[in-house]
C-alpha cells in the first residue's frame, strides 16, 4: 500500500513525499510532527484520506514517523 505524506508549515508550504495516487493521505501540521504520530491521529492532530488500513500499517511499521520527522526538519 502507498502512503503520501503532507507536513504542512503554512497555507501552501508543504513537504510532502510520496505519489500523487497513493492509498492514503497523510497530513500532519508541523509544529506537532515531534510528537508520536498514533498520539496525533487519537488527538486530531493527525488527519488522513484514504485508506485507514495502509494508515494504521504506517503508523504500527514506524514509516510514519520516519518520514514526519525527516520532512519536518525540512533545510
Known amino acids: 500500500m502507498s502512503v503520501q505524506y503532507r507536513v504542512v508549515f503554512k497555507k501552501n508550504d ?3 513525499e510520496g505519489p500523487d495516487d497513493a492509498d492514503v493521505v497523510i497530513r ?3 509544529k506537532y ?8 491521529f487519537m488527538l ?13 500499517e504506517a ?16 533545510p
Open 14 to 16: 508543504e513537504a510532502v
Open 28 to 30: 500532519i501540521d508541523a
Open 33 to 40: 510532527a515531534t510528537m508520536n504520530p498514533t498520539a496525533a
Open 44 to 56: 486530531g492532530k493527525l488527519k488522513n484520506e484514504g485508506s485507514t488500513r495502509a494508515l494504521f
Open 59 to 74: 503508523l504500527w511499521s514506524g514509516d510514519a514517523q520516519a518520514t514526519i520527522s525527516r520532512l519536518a526538519s525540512r
